[in-house]
């Protein structure tokens, strides 16, 4: 299936974010509806007792799951609003003769938030909302080396983006760290081998 030119940014992610509030809200709705039940079975005697106990019991084990279900969702969701932050902003570069490409899902395990390329060379952006874990850096490279490879490009720079902070740039290990300010001078600045059209066309017709 060909690469929708009209994706927008944080698909992916906005996704997973509604994922995990559904699943918080219904595992939610599972315990309350399950306490209204045992609180009927209260007046039938000690069965109803022992199953109003079992439900509070799991309700308290479950409080973690749920906590984490909502933390991950706010997670995904801040950085679905980081996403579209950044990709407003590379939208402009579209009439500098750059192509854009926003949250490849078939090219690297998980997603790629943003793929431009232009006259200044090819950049694999992943959008951090205002930090990065050191984790973050080797996998960088791995999906801009697996990006590269694909479109049979000789370098895809990885760059890890700040979407609500100035930084940078700054080379960690071979991986532009900017702020969402300093993204477009520096993808401007730099002098990359530019890839040709004929590959990026044929890289969008496969995903």
């Not at 599972?30 to 306490?35: E, N, Q, Y």
């Not at 706010?74 to 490409?101: C, P, Q, T």
């Not at 609500?164 to 290990?173: D, I, L, S």
Request: with cysteine; aromatic share 10%.
């Amino acid at each position: 299936m060909a690469y929708d030119p009209d994706r927008k940014p944080g698909v992916f992610a906005k996704g997973r974010e509604s994922s995990d509030f559904r699943v918080a809200f219904v595992f939610l709705t599972l315990v309350v509806a399950g306490l209204m039940v045992c609180a009927g079975l209260l007046l039938t005697g000690t069965s109803g007792v022992v199953a109003a106990l079992a439900l509070i019991f799991v309700a308290f084990a479950g409080k973690h799951f749920f906590e984490a279900r909502l933390d991950s969702g706010v997670r995904w969701g801040k950085g679905g609003n980081g996403e579209v932050a950044v990709g407003v902003d590379l939208e402009f570069l579209r009439a500098e003769g750059f192509i854009v490409m926003h949250d490849l899902e078939h090219v690297v395990p998980g997603n790629v938030d943003h793929l431009i390329s232009g006259p200044t060379g090819a950049f694999m952006i992943e959008t951090k909302f205002k930090s990065y874990r050191d984790s973050d850096i080797p996998k960088a490279k791995r999906d801009a080396q697996a990006i590269a490879h694909q479109l049979g490009a000789s370098w895809v720079q990885p760059v890890i983006c700040f979407a609500t902070r100035n930084y940078g740039p700054r080379m960690v290990k071979g991986v532009a760290i900017v702020g969402r300010q300093q993204l477009l001078p520096y993808v401007r600045a730099q002098k990359n081998r530019q890839v040709p059209f004929e590959q990026l066309a044929a890289f969008a017709d496969r995903q």
